[in-house]
């Protein structure tokens, strides 16, 4: 059986690592869902733009390999560019993600969900409620996916966007990290992945693809505690390895 995670958020969960700075992962037991079928992982594993690279779900679902040696699947869902309030249940990317996860329960176990989202919400009057508008997105995802006992891992945002020259906001940067550190702590089964230390892309926008590596595995750190779902859970189609599905 697949174990699958759903990736969402924003162009930091996509990916920009640079592709020529890309290291090996094992992808003979990692999979990529494209059209509803897992397929071996290929890089890059989100296609929202021409120019997606490295993304940090690759070292995640090695590391999750290594812990428990089973299949992993990853669900790209992310999109660049977005705004929280895009997020929403009911708004495109959201029902999205359900879809494209719906689809992925037909042959796989979901086993967490990994967010990484807040540089679209670096405004004042954005940053002061950033925590009571994800809440209600961890919610209806557990709900409408009927995962109301899978993790939700919320990863910081990068200390370089003090750095960054494409827009002054984004210096506000360290209030939205206060915000998913709340969430996490009110939110059942939820976890704060920190970005401290973490650098960037010539940019001072995007993680580099060494420090893509690294939040990965701290994203497999905080879901490790957790372990995989324990009743082994039945998927809606057979249980054919991925395989003998592909």
Same mark, same amino acid.
């Given at each position: 059986?697949?174990?699958?995670?759903?990736?969402?958020?924003?162009?930091?969960?996509?990916?920009?690592?640079?592709?020529?700075?890309?290291?090996?992962?094992?992808?003979?037991?990692?999979?990529?869902?494209?059209?509803?079928?897992?397929?071996?992982?290929?890089?890059?594993?989100?296609?929202?733009?021409?120019?997606?690279?490295?993304?940090?779900?690759?070292?995640?679902?090695?590391?999750?390999?290594?812990?428990?040696?089973?299949?992993?699947?990853?669900?790209?869902?992310?999109?660049?560019?977005? %705004?929280?309030?895009?997020?929403?249940?009911?708004?495109? @990317?959201?029902? $999205? /993600?359900?879809?494209?996860? &719906?689809?992925?329960? =037909?042959?796989?176990?979901?086993?967490?969900?990994?967010?990484?989202?807040?540089?679209?919400?670096?405004?004042?009057?954005?940053?002061?409620?950033?925590?009571?508008?994800?809440?209600?997105?961890?919610?209806?995802?557990?709900?409408?996916?009927?995962?109301?006992?899978?993790?939700?891992?919320?990863?910081?945002?990068?200390?370089?966007?003090?750095?960054?020259?494409?827009?002054?906001?984004?210096?506000?940067?360290?209030?939205?990290?206060?915000?998913?550190?709340?969430?996490?702590?009110?939110?059942?089964?939820?976890?704060?992945?920190? %970005?401290?230390?973490?650098?960037?892309?010539?940019?001072? @926008?995007?993680? $580099? /693809?060494?420090?893509?590596? &690294?939040?990965?595995? =701290?994203?497999?750190?905080?879901?490790?505690?957790?372990?995989?779902?324990?009743?082994?859970?039945?998927?809606?189609?057979?249980?054919?390895?991925?395989?003998?599905?592909?």
């Amino acid at each position: 059986m697949i174990y699958s995670f759903l990736l969402i958020g924003q162009s930091n969960m996509a990916g920009r690592g640079f592709l020529p700075e890309a290291t090996d992962v094992n992808t003979k037991s990692l999979y990529v869902l494209r059209n509803g079928r897992f397929h071996h992982l290929f890089r890059p594993v989100h296609n929202d733009r021409s120019f997606s690279g490295v993304c940090l779900g690759e070292r995640f679902a090695e590391r999750v390999f290594e812990a428990y040696g089973v299949e992993v699947g990853l669900i790209p869902c992310a999109d660049g560019g977005t %705004a929280l309030s895009q997020w929403q249940e009911g708004e495109i @990317l959201f029902e $999205n /993600a359900v879809y494209q996860a &719906t689809l992925a329960k =037909r042959t796989s176990r979901i086993a967490g969900i990994l967010w990484h989202q807040g540089e679209g919400d670096c405004a004042p009057e954005l940053y002061a409620t950033y925590k009571e508008r994800l809440i209600p997105v961890i919610r209806a995802l557990r709900r409408r996916l009927d995962l109301p006992d899978v993790p939700f891992l919320v990863g910081g945002l990068g200390d370089f966007l003090a750095d960054c020259p494409h827009s002054e906001l984004l210096k506000n940067y360290a209030h939205v990290n206060e915000a998913l550190k709340k969430t996490a702590q009110s939110e059942p089964l939820c976890a704060y992945v920190s %970005a401290e230390g973490l650098t960037s892309n010539p940019d001072f @926008l995007h993680f $580099n /693809a060494r420090s893509l590596y &690294t939040f990965g595995e =701290r994203y497999a750190d905080a879901f490790l505690p957790f372990g995989l779902p324990k009743d082994g859970g039945a998927v809606e189609a057979d249980e054919k390895s991925a395989m003998e599905r592909l």
